[in-house]
């Protein structure tokens, strides 16, 4: 190792990994809120005389849609990459994380009162209630700051581990996502039942977003003096020369818009789907509405293993895109069997196991791989590029999905979900598709993703 290599701190075990630590209690925090409304749609779907707040299931579907409505038809999340590729990591991360922590006072604010009245939206897309529309304008404002916070850990973890143990550092990082996530699934609604309303579960959510926003306060101290060193060491900021004629590098790019389009596939296929989990299990395969939210938290819980697993897999080995072919493979088997006549929940719990194998695979394998595609200047805009695309599954697919189940839904009030699970195994077949034309691009192109990332 050169005297230069050894003045940067990136180059400090210890220190990497505890900026990885920071940075990732952040993005735990913010995994924990985006799902905390799932296990309380059966609150959420209850009546006013019953103890809930009447929401139909299109405007639980609208509501869980709303996620991304301001990243997708504003094209915030597009230029929160732009941002973070020309002003920085730290002034990003901390509007960013602002942003979450403001959404989620709203969002609270919304499920916690009645509100009279209804609004309708434009272009056939609904009536929906006053209560919904403002909660639904929460989650949108949180989204956006939650989406540029991903793009931003995402750099801020190429930045620390390029050379070093990246895909393990992007996989322990979602490991830990994952744990916000399958806290959520797992004890927002007995919380919500105990405290007696479903909006002491998004409070306690908004409490620990504010406890994030610190979180990341503190990296921005170590990220100025990693800066600091690399100045002292010579060597170029790696967030300095960002043209915008540069993008034509990044939309020319075909492997990148594979890797996009796969994330929109893949993604489409886990996130909205477990919005509806919970009552799946409920309504297809008898499972109590008190532990039902179990099933489905299997699923991050499972992640929280694999995915640094297959990280370091990918490290050390490499095959990065053969990783991600398998899981969609997975995926696409995992929602054919949803769809198929068989009620046990014992088959439930393996299938779900199974989507968390193929949930492991493909996240610790595409992270990584956008670095070995886009150059250190341009990676902020790739990864909102992505994020962005991500967003339009993660907003449409819940709000469609509510409305086929809506039309699915008998008259004792039980849901069909043998066409919701159509639509999500057809998800995972594009995903085996794309993967393939991922791995052929890698081929002629010489990308590396079948290479190790250790060096």
Not at 121 to 127: A, K, R, S, V, Y
Not at 193 to 204: D, F, Q, R
Not at 346 to 362: N, P, Q, R, T, Y
Not at 406 to 435: E, L, P, R
Request: hydrophobic share 55%; aromatic share 14%.
């Amino acid at each position: 190792m050169t005297q230069t290599a050894k003045k940067l701190l990136s180059d400090v075990p210890a220190l990497r990994w505890t900026a990885l630590l920071i940075v990732s209690f952040t993005m735990m925090f913010g995994y924990f809120f985006t799902d905390v409304m799932s296990p309380l749609e059966p609150l959420l779907t209850a009546s006013v005389q019953d103890g809930g707040l009447g929401w139909s299931s299109d405007e639980y579907g609208f509501f869980s849609g709303s996620y991304g409505f301001f990243n997708v038809f504003l094209l915030l999340l597009f230029f929160g990459g732009i941002i973070l590729d020309k002003f920085g990591i730290r002034f990003t991360g901390v509007l960013s994380t602002a942003l979450m922590f403001g959404g989620a006072l709203i969002k609270w604010y919304a499920v916690g009162h009645p509100f009279e009245g209804t609004l309708t939206l434009p272009f056939g897309i609904g009536t929906y209630g006053m209560q919904v529309i403002i909660a639904c304008l929460g989650f949108a404002t949180y989204g956006v700051g939650c989406e540029i916070a991903g793009i931003t850990v995402s750099k801020v973890i190429v930045k620390w581990f390029t050379g070093h143990e990246l895909a393990l550092a992007m996989g322990l990082q979602v490991a830990l996502a994952r744990i916000g996530t399958a806290a959520a699934l797992a004890f927002a609604l007995p919380f919500a039942k105990h405290m007696g309303a479903a909006s002491a579960s998004v409070g306690l959510g908004a409490a620990m977003l504010c406890i994030g926003m610190v979180s990341f306060i503190v990296y921005c101290v170590m990220d100025k003096k990693q800066d600091a060193a690399a100045s002292a060491a010579a060597e170029a900021d790696p967030e300095d020369g960002f043209k915008f004629s540069d993008l034509k590098t990044l939309f020319v790019n075909r492997g990148f818009w594979y890797i996009a389009v796969l994330c929109l596939m893949f993604y489409a296929g886990v996130f909205p789907f477990l919005k509806f989990a919970t009552k799946l299990m409920v309504f297809k395969y008898g499972v109590a509405e008190n532990v039902a939210g179990l099933i489905p938290a299997m699923l991050p819980f499972g992640t929280i293993i694999l995915t640094p697993l297959f990280g370091g897999v990918y490290d050390k080995y490499g095959k990065g895109a053969t990783l991600m072919l398998i899981g969609s493979i997975i995926l696409t088997a995992v929602h054919t069997i949803f769809a198929l006549p068989l009620n046990s929940w014992i088959l439930a719990i393996f299938v779900m196991i199974l989507l968390g194998i193929a949930f492991g695979l493909v996240p610790s394998a595409m992270w990584p791989s956008v670095p070995k595609i886009i150059p250190m200047k341009l990676l902020g805009t790739a990864y909102s590029v992505i994020f962005y695309i991500q967003n339009i599954g993660l907003s449409m697919v819940p709000i469609m999905i509510g409305k086929v189940n809506q039309a699915n839904t008998g008259a004792d009030g039980v849901i069909d979900y043998t066409k919701s699970m159509i639509i999500f195994a057809c998800f995972g077949a594009i995903s085996v598709v794309i993967a393939l034309l991922l791995r052929l691009e890698d081929k002629k192109k010489g990308y590396g993703l079948e290479q190790p990332n250790l060096k």
